[in-house]
């Protein structure tokens, strides 16, 4: 397995739990499917906040391979049924693109490898 590009971001967990009940700032990040898993979940900002820097640390991942910026909401983080995240671009699933989600009360970080 050879590497191509990496990507990681952190960010405040209270930066979206500033947010839960602002639908329209949410609908410019998240998608449908993205905001139902995290609403279910107990704490939905940490989960909001997870997928918010796979987003970015995709972006910073693979802005050397292409000459614009992908729009956030074409970039979807969705789980399985383990919790798994994996990523879909524009709605097809990036099996070259592996993510990992870590968090604590406070801050998420996302890790992204892009493979060839």
């Known amino acids: 397995m050879s590497f191509q590009n990496i990507g ?3 960010e405040k967990v209270s930066r979206f739990k500033e947010k839960l009940d602002d639908d329209h700032f949410l609908s410019l990040l998240f998608t449908p499917r993205e905001l139902t898993y995290c609403r279910s ?3 939905p900002a940490i989960h909001l906040t997870g ?4 987003k970015e640390a995709v972006l910073k991942a693979i802005s050397r391979n292409i ?7 074409d970039i979807e983080v969705i789980n399985d049924a383990t919790g798994r995240p994996s ?3 524009k709605g097809e699933e990036r099996k070259d693109i592996l ?3 870590s968090h604590t ?4 970080m996302a890790f992204v490898v892009v493979i060839n």
């Open 67 to 73: 000459s614009s910026k992908i729009p956030l909401l």
């Open 99 to 101: 993510c990992s989600i």
């Open 87 to 89: 990523v879909f671009i």
């Open 51 to 54: 997928k918010f820097c796979v």
């Open 8 to 10: 990681v971001d952190i």
């Open 105 to 108: 009360d406070e801050n998420a």
């Open 41 to 43: 979940k107990v704490d």
